[in-house]
């Protein structure tokens, strides 16, 4: 666990350093209308200052900049960076410098690395890659690492400590601002705890008990496959055991005694929800250890108020707040695309042919034109979850927005109660915040 994030109030864990305490005491947007969500940038700024040294490697901007107590030291342009579209974007979020070697090797992509700086995962900050026969790799996208010029990588090599923080910035906030001040009321809905916002801006439409904490069932395997995506070889095999099938409900064609590459075991995860797809990835790096990364990750993505305990979700001491689900629904969307593609049995990039075929999808709006992907859940405990993206032509054009609904009873049937929320919210989003209508001109006497 990584020393400097802030312990979330329901995890069993030790207190940080004062300084890193100072920064998180006060939150990081104000609470005032409108009102944000905070990301990366946000952070960004609350650490310069409060004066802290810490790398920023800003994607967005491809630059790698490293601040001495608050202030720019240098700033370096980044070479290449992973391409999300195809399981290699690379790892955003808070993390710090783990390891460093000056020259590792890449078993993936079977080349060397020059003065590498690993901060989470198979991920590092280093140089200009070569082959085994010392030519060098020529190309603008990575398999997710991070790469400087040689030069440039030698010399933060050389400044870099292990334990250094490292925020890499995905994407900047998108600065547009609503002009509607007033809405109309929210509708009334079923849910307990629901948020609708900006995936771009951060920008709160609606939300009620968004920081509650509460269990949110299957909506964690989502972390599951990010983690397990992050960490792992996609192309590797996993041979099932029965043990790892020893979970609640059974998924066809998931049998003991057989070979699926990892990437096949995400489509049953995700659109069938497979407790045994989750069981099966996590035991495969080692069940403990996939928990204790999933709530590493989730501090890295300052889902600061979220703790997980299973792989599954069917454990009910899996917690977390509608804003802190929206900031994991914001890093897929980024960062990890090809699972929000899954979610609507769409082909990714797989290796080969994929074994699950005709899974029933559980995501309700799968077929709907305009969804970008999501995931629904239930237990007892928690009642129906939801989180959903859809792309919607709002004020400022075509619009990204996280609908998360947790702790939802329903009504009829649970497709219609959640497809109902779900619509009512959109439908009083369109009404209060799509393009205003332009009055005509005068006409010319």
């Not at 078993?107 to 690395?113: D, L, Q, T, W």
């Not at 920081?211 to 996993?238: F, G, Y």
């Not at 790892?244 to 409900?249: H, I, Y």
Request: one cysteine or more; charged letters at 25%; glycine letters at 6%.
């Amino acid at each position: 666990m990584l020393s400097f994030f802030v312990s979330s109030e329901l995890a069993n864990k030790e207190q940080v350093s004062n300084k890193a305490e100072i920064i998180f005491k006060r939150p990081l947007i104000p609470d005032k209308n409108p009102v944000y969500i905070d990301g990366f940038d946000d952070l960004r700024s609350n650490y310069i200052a409060s004066g802290i040294d810490f790398i920023e490697a800003n994607l967005d901007q491809m630059k790698v900049r490293v601040y001495k107590q608050g202030m720019l030291e240098k700033e370096l342009t980044i070479q290449a960076k992973g391409d999300p579209q195809s399981w290699g974007g690379s790892a955003a979020g808070l993390n710090q410098s783990i390891s460093k070697s000056k020259l590792a090797f890449s078993s993936i992509a079977g080349v060397y690395m020059p003065y590498s700086i690993k901060f989470f995962g198979k991920y590092y900050l280093h140089g200009e890659p070569f082959y085994p026969r010392g030519n060098k790799r020529i190309t603008d996208v990575t398999g997710g690492c991070i790469q400087l010029p040689d030069q440039d990588a030698k010399s933060l090599y050389q400044s870099t400590e292990i334990g250094t923080p490292i925020l890499v910035i995905d994407k900047e906030r998108d600065p547009f601002v609503y002009s509607n001040k007033k809405p109309k009321d929210p509708p009334e809905i079923l849910a307990k705890s629901y948020l609708v916002a900006d995936l771009d801006s951060g920008f709160i439409f609606a939300e009620k008990n968004s920081k509650q904490h509460v269990p949110i069932a299957s909506l964690a395997k989502l972390m599951t496959a990010v983690v397990v995506t992050e960490n792992n070889d996609l192309r590797k095999s996993i041979k099932t055991t029965a043990s790892m099938l020893d979970a609640f409900g059974e998924t066809e064609k998931l049998v003991a005694n057989k070979k699926f590459r990892i990437v096949e075991l995400l489509y049953p995860l995700l659109i069938e929800s497979s407790n045994d797809a989750a069981e099966t990835l996590s035991r495969f790096q080692g069940k403990s250890q996939t928990i204790e990364i999933m709530n590493e990750k989730a501090q890295s993505l300052l889902m600061n108020n979220t703790v997980f305990s299973d792989p599954s979700g069917y454990d009910p001491a899996n917690i977390s707040t509608g804003q802190d689900l929206f900031r994991l629904a914001r890093y897929i969307l980024n960062n990890r695309p090809p699972l929000l593609e899954i979610t609507k049995n769409n082909p990714v990039p797989a290796f080969g042919e994929v074994s699950f075929t005709d899974l029933k999808n559980k995501n309700l709006f799968s077929q709907t034109e305009n969804f970008i992907g999501g995931k629904t859940g239930y237990i007892v405990a928690s009642q129906y979850t939801g989180l959903f993206l859809f792309n919607i032509p709002l004020e400022g054009g075509e619009k990204r927005v996280a609908f998360i609904l947790l702790g939802v009873e329903f009504q009829g049937s649970w497709e219609d109660t959640l497809k109902g929320e779900v619509n009512k919210l959109t439908d009083w989003l369109k009404e209060n915040y799509s393009e205003p209508t332009k009055k005509p001109a005068n006409p010319v006497l």
